[in-house]
């Protein structure tokens, strides 16, 4: 079983920055992708960016050129960086590893709010 333990978030003003980390309890990110995905009120859950164990990303197209999906190995940590922050980034902001070659999260961190401010 593994456990993806979040941090950071918050409250920050429109064109702000937040940084979340999720942390893996264990070293998996040679066989899982992982993510980070969002749900706002009302909305579905959608996905914001992924990165695999070879380091390539991909980013929903609302969040390009403003939030940046990376990772340290050695900590088994994932980090979302973002920047520009905009009303409509509010959301719940949830932690995911995919193992390789199936078509489900396997896991899920417990999510953390982000809200930002007009």
């Known amino acids: 079983q593994v456990q993806l333990v979040q941090s950071g978030g918050g409250l920050v003003q429109f064109g702000g920055s937040l940084r979340l980390s999720c942390a893996a309890s264990g070293s998996i990110f040679s066989t899982y992708v992982m993510g980070w995905y969002r749900q706002a009120p009302g909305k579905q859950r959608e996905l914001v960016a992924i990165?695999?164990?070879?380091?390539?990303?991909n980013y929903v197209d609302s969040v390009k050129g403003r939030f940046t999906i990376s990772s340290d190995n050695a900590k088994n940590t994932v980090y979302l960086q973002m920047n520009s922050l905009k009303p409509e980034d509010t959301a719940v902001y949830y932690c995911?590893?995919?193992?390789?070659?199936?078509?489900?999260?396997?896991?899920w961190g417990k999510g953390t709010q982000v809200s930002v401010s007009s």
């Open positions: 995911s590893a995919q193992k390789i070659g199936t078509a489900t999260v396997s896991f």
């Open positions: 990165i695999t164990g070879g380091g390539r990303t």
